[in-house]
């Protein structure tokens, strides 16, 4: 079983940075893949960015590329999303998913684990 935990949300101006925290309890895998998600009242859930555990690999979705930024930290089981230059329209509650087979995908179905999701909200 593998649990996640978000945060690092708040309530921001526009222009301002958050850096998201996504922590894996539980052991990790090296083949893991981690995304982070968000998703707007009344929309569908959307993709972010994803990063493979080993570090070889990140993806974004086109229209976030430039703001965003994934890492992760082996030594403290974390994933991170940096967020800079937030707009209004960045507003949503941000889900990190696991997918334990690698599979290197921006798509929700291949994600199991999902956590509670970290609220941010911009004003403008």
């Known amino acids: 079983q593998v649990q996640l935990a978000e945060s690092g949300g708040g309530s921001v101006q526009a222009g301002d940075s958050l850096r998201l925290s996504c922590v894996v309890s539980?052991?990790?895998?090296?083949?893991?893949?981690m995304g982070w998600f968000r998703q707007d009242a009344g929309k569908e859930r959307e993709f972010v960015a994803a990063i493979a555990w080993r570090g070889d690999w990140t993806t974004y979705a086109d229209s976030l590329k430039g703001r965003f930024a994934i890492s992760r930290d082996h030594a403290k089981n974390t994933a991170y999303l940096q967020i800079n230059n937030l707009q209004p329209e960045d507003s949503a509650i941000y889900y990190c998913a696991v997918n334990l087979i690698g599979a290197r995908s921006s798509s929700r179905n291949d994600y199991y684990y999902w956590g509670q999701g970290t609220q941010v909200t911009v004003s403008s």
């Open positions: 539980e052991r990790t895998f090296s083949s893991m893949v």
